[in-house]
């Protein structure tokens, strides 16, 4: 199972809050983000390090999640331990058991699948697990529809100290705490698309004799365009259209079936499907990606837990529902059908057709920046022929490489204690750095009298408890501390702890050792340490990543034209619609979206500086857009994109725009990679022959600033010139 830096850093937070006093852990994250994923493989790593637990799936009742669940994790964990209600039943529960059970089964009034008697057996089952000494973990599945009394009820028998709520819609709870994945991170991993398009290229006005055949006809024009690049791309993917309808609309649904028919879109061919509570057509097999229908009408969001990738257009006829209902709706067409981005705007987004005025500002308050109008530009003429150099990545490597993340490790250790070949004197050094050297597992407690709250103010001193070594009973410690070192950084625990072993084990053979202990010492060194090692490796990465040297060689060029036509998003509610004239894509907003506060300065900075003849927005990712190749220690490749192309003259520079600089001259910029692309961007600025830097905004002058020579995160220093003074 291969998981994106984003589960990884998920998982990880999963496991810190494990450890705070906290009962209730809140897991929001978005369709399409891979949460089962990330549970199961929690869970799996989970019960490696800490014995007598028992994990507690709880799902909501459509649609048998449950079964859903418990396949993925058979999927994703090989071995795993997994059970469904009628197993616990027939054998109770057990170490390591993890357990899917659908909620009604056990709350609904009336359901047989556990009548009274039943029900009674199920407790006595949780008792005896509680009185053999196992430990429950909940996790709550959707948890926004199973907040009940009766639901609570169910938690409180499992009489759980830990609880992990998981939902793309959580309701508030006190105390919690919240690990949030952001729809940007889910969104850079490709996993799901990029935008969500609102009624893409309707005019000012729309004119039309029957509202519900215009918004037919544009989404079915849509599905066919898409439906036609990926065959382009030798792909035999059929993207799907969901026309969702108001409850009670009977001749509204013969209105739609009629409209389809004219299309040639029909139940009997097999291209039209139908989700209603009394009717279901051609759903068998719907999710699969060259499925032959394409358009599946409903009357409610789709039963939750419903995966169908290829879903890209949702077709919106007016009703008044449910918000968090309808977002849920609109999550089933974000999902990428191939878990990548195509690098083509068509295929990597979602579209919305509708003229429901509430449920569009409902879309666009809770997507924010990702829920955009857009329309098609075209590239004015004169800018046609603007050339340069694109460079791509001749090998892609998604994961460190344990060889040289090793090799980082000790180049930094080398670096900060003066680390050498001298084993006996690398432990002195480590020793005076603060590292802990005992055969035993060192714990720390207070001892004392304070008179208040404040520890800090009473009379208390720190004892220290030592513990021999088990390294049955803290095997499990061990393995948990390496596995936080390997998930800080992205590493499989596997790799993780042959780097640990290979650097302190005297039993594992490698040339540049910085200690030689014993086995057992290993253990106690790894445990007593684990907070410091993990700081080390982390930062050892963080310093190779600021070491990187390019090999040129295993950079592809090509030629880059900006493109002839591009989607344009921008926000349609903005008052100022100004076009800004200097842009090299005819009728370009001001209101232009999404951008950041440095982009949009930027831009109006262009506009009115007589120096610059045009501007042109890079994009962010594609083989389309301009892209310039650098390479981290652990052999991995990545791409910057700059962010602007200008025309000073008959001169093109090249502009990276960044967070700025404060009143007192603290940096906003939050990229730890900035001085590396601005070496990147030099390097690549001198081979070309070609000007640029980056820019920034100085809060105090409100000036935006350019740093053209040496990178320097100090405002003051002579590196940096107000932009107005070079561009006028």
């Known amino acids: 199972m291969k998981l994106q830096d984003f589960q990884l850093d998920a998982v990880n937070n999963l496991f810190a809050a494990m450890e705070e006093d906290n009962r209730d852990i809140i897991l929001k994250s978005p369709t399409g983000s891979g949460k089962t994923i990330i549970l199961t493989y929690f869970m799996d790593q989970y019960e490696k390090s800490n014995v007598n637990t028992v994990f507690v799936w709880l799902t909501p009742g459509k649609g048998d999640l449950e079964e859903q669940s418990k396949k993925k994790m058979d999927t994703y964990v090989h071995g795993a331990k997994t059970k469904l209600l009628a197993d616990v039943m027939t054998s109770g529960f057990e170490e390591n058991d993890n357990v899917f059970i659908n909620w009604e089964k056990l709350t609904k009034k009336g359901n047989n699948a556990l009548k009274d008697s039943e029900r009674t057996n ?32 169910i938690i409180q028998y499992f009489h759980t100290e830990k609880i992990i709520r998981c939902s793309a819609t959580p309701k508030g709870i006190a105390n919690a705490i919240m690990i949030e994945i952001t729809e940007e991170e889910v969104i850079a991993s490709g996993l799901i698309k990029k935008m969500l398009i609102i009624n893409q290229d309707f005019p000012q006005k729309v004119e039309t004799d029957n509202q519900t055949e215009y918004l037919l006809e544009r989404a079915l024009a849509k599905q066919r365009e898409i439906r036609a690049a990926f065959a382009q791309r030798g792909s035999k993917i059929n993207p799907l259209m969901i026309v969702q309808m108001p409850n009670k609309s009977d001749a509204l649904q013969s209105m739609v079936e009629a409209y389809f028919d004219k299309n040639g879109i029909t139940c009997e061919n097999g291209q039209l499907a139908v989700w209603l509570s009394n009717e279901h057509e051609n759903l068998e097999g719907i999710e699969a990606l060259d499925a032959a229908s394409s358009a599946v009408i409903i009357k409610q969001a789709v039963a939750t837990g419903w995966d169908c990738p290829r879903a890209q257009i949702l077709v919106k006829l007016r009703d008044n529902m449910d918000e968090t209902f309808e977002i849920q709706t609109i999550g089933r067409i974000r999902r990428m059908p191939e878990a990548k981005h195509y690098e083509d705007d068509l295929l990597d987004s979602c579209y919305l057709f509708t003229f429901d005025e509430k449920f569009t500002a409902g879309v666009k308050q809770s997507f924010g920046k990702r829920a955009l109008d857009a329309v098609t530009l075209f590239l004015k003429n004169e800018y046609k022929e603007i050339g340069l150099i694109s460079e791509q990545r001749t090998m892609v490597s998604s994961t460190r490489n344990p060889q040289k993340a090793i090799k980082a490790i000790l180049a930094y250790v080398r670096q900060e204690y003066g680390i050498s070949g001298n084993l006996s004197e690398n432990k002195t050094r480590l020793q005076t750095a603060g590292f802990v050297f005992s055969k035993d597992i060192l714990r720390h407690t207070i001892s004392g009298e304070t008179s208040t709250l404040d520890f800090s103010q009473g009379d208390l001193n720190t004892i220290e408890v030592a513990e021999k070594l088990d390294t049955h009973r803290h095997g499990h410690e061990y393995h948990r501390a390496i596995g936080k070192m390997g998930l800080d950084i992205g590493m499989e625990y596997s790799f993780m702890n042959t780097i640990i072993r290979k650097l302190f084990d005297k039993k594992f053979v490698f040339a540049h050792k910085i200690l030689a ?18 700081l080390l490796v982390r930062e050892a990465m963080a310093a190779e990543l ?36 200097k842009n090299v894509y005819q009728n370009y907003l001001s209101s232009a979206e999404p951008r950041s506060m440095p982009e949009r300065k930027f831009e109006k900075f262009c506009e009115r500086s007589s120096s610059i003849k045009w501007f042109y927005k890079n994009g962010d990712k594609g083989n389309e ?104």
């Open 625 to 728: 857009y301009l892209s310039i190749v650098y390479q981290d220690n652990s052999g991995k490749q990545k791409l910057f994109y700059p962010d602007y192309l200008i025309g000073v003259g008959d001169e093109i520079w090249i502009i990276e725009t960044k967070g700025g600089f404060d009143r007192s001259g603290g940096v906003h910029d939050i990229d730890i990679y900035s001085p590396k692309k601005f070496a990147v961007l030099k390097d690549y600025l001198q081979r070309y022959g070609l000007k640029g830097g980056i820019v920034r905004n100085d809060d105090r002058s409100d000036e935006l600033c350019i740093c053209m020579e040496h990178f320097s995160d100090d405002i003051s220093s002579d590196d940096w010139k107000v932009l107005a003074t070079i561009l006028p």
């Open 517 to 534: 202990l014993e086995s057992r010492d290993v253990y106690a060194f790894v445990i007593n340490n684990a907070d410091r090692i993990k």
């Open 546 to 581: 600021k070491q990187t040297q390019m090999d040129l060689k295993s950079v592809s060029k090509h030629g880059f034209r900006i493109p002839q036509s591009c989607l344009f998003t921008y926000d349609g509610s903005a008052k100022n619609q100004m076009i800004m004239g």
């Open 122 to 153: 199920f407790l006595e089952h949780i008792q005896h697990a509680l009185d053999s000494g196992l430990r429950f973990v909940i996790i709550v599945d959707e948890s926004h529809q199973n907040d009940t009394i009766k639901a609570d009820e």
